[in-house]
């Protein structure tokens, strides 16, 4: 079962996320980043299929408030990482994560 975080506000702009796989992970995790304004439109996804030992990265442009999630998709619980998330270049939360997460974040403008 997926672990739910509210992260906070970020803010509009260039938003990425990184994903870089443990050596030890038994198959590829999926990274998913996605994207609605506060009134539901201009949905926006990009996803990226990492390896065991390997990273992703996805970005998505926000150009309004709204809601943004980060998604790491493992095919099991005991998969392990490191979670990263920039907006406009500055470092927001870089964390280890095990098993699945969805990390949530409110657009401000």
């Not at 443990?22 to 999926?30: A, G, H, I, M, T």
């Not at 390997?54 to 309004?64: H, S």
């Not at 999630?69 to 927001?92: A, I, P």
């Amino acid at each position: 079962m997926a672990t739910h975080v509210f992260k906070g506000n970020i803010k509009v702009g260039a938003v990425a996320a990184k994903f870089m796989s443990d050596f030890s992970n038994v198959d590829p995790d999926l990274l998913i980043e996605r994207y609605a304004d506060s009134a539901g439109g201009n949905a926006q996804v990009q996803h990226a299929a990492v390896a065991p030992g390997g990273a992703g990265t996805v970005t998505l442009n926000v150009p309004a408030p709204g809601l943004l999630e980060v998604l790491v998709d493992t095919g099991h619980e005991q998969e392990s990482g490191r979670l990263q998330v920039t907006s406009n270049g500055t470092v927001r939360h870089d964390e280890p994560i095990m098993g699945p997460v969805r990390w949530v974040y409110s657009v401000i403008a």
